[in-house]
């Protein structure tokens, strides 16, 4: 399974990747996260852990596996043979960002668990990106007003 969605934004990938990175914030920008619990302190890493708490889904443990600065954040979380990834890119786009949100399934049971979950795995990604969209373009400085056009002589 693989659901994937975009938008683009008015802010630059730095300011998007840091919405991305910034996972204790996440219940203030969709509701799609009801609570997180890193598992450790300090900036975010490879090898961070973090509780997720998301409506109508098991609490679960997700494991930072990818960092690249102002472009992607990726991380995983395993369990009932299923293992599901989380995939936050950012690339320029214009005098913005373009944001893609993946989440992936793979292992064993993975059909099984998308039959049960698609629908609302769907609204999640959806909603995530909302979320990111509309706090990356209120962060994003305003597009300022073209010069007036000189008179005509």
């Not at 890193?38 to 930072?64: F, H, M, N």
């Not at 600065?69 to 990834?85: I, K, Q, S």
Request: charge should be positive; avoid cysteine.
């Amino acid at each position: 399974m693989e659901h994937r969605v975009s938008a683009t934004v008015g802010a630059p990938p730095a300011a998007v990747y840091r919405l991305f990175i910034d996972v204790e914030r996440w219940p203030q920008l969709s509701p799609s996260t009801r609570a997180v619990r890193r598992l450790d302190s300090g900036p975010i890493r490879v090898g961070s852990e973090t509780i997720l708490k998301q409506p109508r889904l098991p609490p679960a443990r997700w494991r930072v596996t990818e960092l690249s600065p102002d472009r992607a954040f990726v991380w995983e979380t395993r369990g009932g043979g299923v293992t599901t990834v989380g995939d936050h890119r950012v690339e320029p786009d214009g005098s913005g960002s373009k944001i893609t949100i993946i989440l992936r399934t793979h292992g064993p049971l993975a059909g099984v668990v998308d039959l049960l979950v698609r629908g609302i795995a769907r609204r999640h990604v959806a909603m995530e990106l909302e979320g990111f969209r509309a706090a990356a373009d209120a962060a994003a400085p305003p597009v300022p007003p073209a010069p007036p056009a000189p008179p005509a002589s």
